[in-house]
Structure formats: structure tokens, C-alpha cells
């Protein structure tokens, strides 16, 4: 059973182009984080998922950035007209279920840079 | 200010000696979680107490919770070179959904 895998780990944009990010669940896992790592920072919750379904996108800013974890296929996190704020690490992780003590599995991460 | 945030911000030692992390939270809590992260690597989950309980062990690592101070710590014991690492402190809240609430984290160096 494969981990909960990110691609692409680093990616490179320059200001004002789009980035996508793809966070492929651990097999049976039907729900999905995603968190932001600034630099020396912890981690800051961005968007909870399940499929098809927004459950909770409190810590995501209100413009340019989306989520979305369809049917068939990986989740995408979005940033359209990235700024150079955006550099971060961008973690995802999944759960099998909603429970509160259910062990969240987390990705190596995809390192983006905006020059 | 924000949930879960640990002390030391760093903390250096030998191999062989104890390692001691805090962690303070402020709202009310379902569980804690302790994760290590090792330099430009995710996150890996180390321990998780829950609210009614007091103290937990795994392995080489001991973990406290007191509720009435809003605090945790995390011990490691007999550390090793390979335990260098940034640990961060995550809360699950009693209301709302089981996002985790992460700290700033304590970055442990353990020297040979």
C-alpha cells in the first residue's frame, strides 16, 4: 500500500502563472487535508475534502486558491496568478475516516517556488 | 497567538541524553498528536494522547497531557544521531472536524 503521494515534489512558477498540485490518497482513504508550511513555520490547515465534496476550506485565502478531490483521480490544489508569498511547502495528508482519532498519513510534499 | 506551540524553538544535545519538548495549546481538545519532520521530508506521526489521558509510552518516547495547564511534553529517551529532527505538537478540537492545529515546532539536533 502505497503512501499518500505528491507530485510533482518541487515545482517553479513564475509570478502571475497558475500552479497546480496533485495529492493522490492512500488506497481506502476517502478523506483528504491540505496544509501549508511557510519557511521555519508549522504547519497552517488550508482545505478538508472528501470526494466530491468541500467540507471545510476555512484556512484557504478567498482568492486564488482552489481545491477540489473528484471522483476518479488525484486532489488539485490550485493557485492561479501566484505571488512571491506563495513559496511554501504544501502538505497533504489523508484519513480513512472523520473520526477525530483517525491517523492522518501525510505526503513528502510539494515545494513551490515563485520567482 | 496560536494553537499548539512548543518550547524550545531549538534544542541541541548529545546522543545518549534525554530530549524534553513542550507544547501549549489553548482551546479545548479531543487529542494531541506528536509528528517528526526531518529536513525537506512530510511529516511522519509519532503518538497520539487523548484528552482523558494522562501519560503514554512508545518506544523511546514518553508523553504527558495536562488539560487543567493546557500543556503536553514529549520525551525522548536515550536519544540517538538520527533522532535529529523538527517535532511539532498538532490538537484536534473537541467541536468542529478533526483538522490538526499544528505549533511552530522544536527542531532537536543530536550530536554523535
Known amino acids: 500500500n502505497a503512501g499518500v503521494m505528491q507530485n510533482p515534489r518541487h515545482l517553479v512558477r513564475r509570478r502571475g502563472q497558475e500552479a497546480r498540485l496533485r495529492c493522490s490518497p492512500m488506497?481506502?482513504?476517502?478523506?483528504v487535508y491540505w496544509y501549508r508550511q511557510l519557511p521555519e513555520e508549522g504547519l497552517k490547515f488550508m482545505v478538508y475534502?472528501?470526494?466530491?465534496?468541500?467540507?471545510?476550506e476555512s484556512g484557504m485565502p478567498k482568492e486564488r486558491f482552489s481545491a477540489e478531490f473528484p471522483k476518479e483521480g488525484p486532489s488539485i490544489l490550485r493557485i492561479q496568478q501566484v505571488v512571491r508569498g506563495d513559496s511554501a511547502a504544501y502538505f497533504c495528508?489523508?484519513?480513512?475516516?472523520?473520526?477525530?482519532?483517525?491517523?492522518?498519513?501525510f505526503g513528502q510534499g510539494t515545494r513551490l517556488t515563485v520567482v | 497567538s496560536q494553537q499548539g506551540e512548543e518550547d524550545p524553538q531549538a534544542l541541541s544535545i548529545q546522543e545518549g541524553e534525554n530530549a524534553t519538548m513542550n507544547c501549549s495549546y489553548k482551546?479545548?481538545?479531543?487529542?494531541l498528536q506528536w509528528y517528526r519532520q526531518n529536513s525537506g521530508r512530510g511529516l511522519v506521526h509519532l503518538i497520539l494522547?487523548?484528552?482523558?489521558?494522562r501519560e503514554k509510552h512508545s518506544g523511546r518516547l514518553r508523553v504527558t497531557l495536562d488539560t487543567s495547564k493546557k500543556s503536553s511534553s514529549l520525551l525522548i529517551t536515550a536519544s540517538r544521531a538520527a533522532d535529529t529532527a523538527s517535532y511539532f505538537c498538532?490538537?484536534?478540537?473537541?467541536?468542529?472536524?478533526?483538522?490538526?492545529?499544528f505549533g511552530k515546532g522544536t527542531m532537536l539536533l543530536v550530536s554523535p
Open positions: 495528508a489523508s484519513s480513512p475516516s472523520t473520526g477525530k482519532r483517525a491517523e492522518a498519513f
Open positions: 488506497k481506502g482513504h476517502s478523506h
Open positions: 475534502l472528501q470526494k466530491e465534496n468541500i467540507i471545510d
Open positions: 482551546t479545548s481538545i479531543n487529542n
Open positions: 494522547i487523548r484528552s482523558n489521558e
Open positions: 498538532a490538537t484536534v478540537r473537541n467541536s468542529g472536524y478533526s483538522t490538526l492545529t
